[in-house]
């Protein structure tokens, strides 16, 4: 998720990432979803100009991530205000909240690698390729 992002895009999203958890935390939201949820912010990925801060997370078992969701978006202004006040940049930006759905495909990847055909398939013996010199 993180390749090609400069140095600098990778501190101000982990900077970010703390303001916004230690909100969280704190009980700093207004919204009781967000005060009694479980939520993991995964990551945070700024946008090149650093205008746009795209905040991943998810919750404990996934419980209540669209009501979750929908509260963090009510509050985005909140999470602005807390950035503007805690990091020093040109550019507060622009806070958006989306769905991790890694630990999802992690898992989808994890039966597929579980399957008795892939199983079947792994066993195979893996034939050696012939070289150019045995012709």
Known sequence: MALGLSQRQLRVGQ???????????????????????FITITNVIMSPDLKYATVYLTTLNGKNLGIVLEQLDADKWLFKKLVANKLKLRFTPEINF??????????????????????ADLAKPVEEPQSDEDF
């Open 15 to 37: 900077e970010i990432q703390k303001v916004i958890a230690n909100a969280i935390e704190q009980g700093d939201v207004r919204s009781e979803e967000i005060a009694n949820a």
């Open 98 to 119: 989306r769905a991790d759905d890694t630990f999802d495909e992690v898992e989808r990847i994890n039966k597929l690698m579980h399957d008795p055909k892939v199983m």
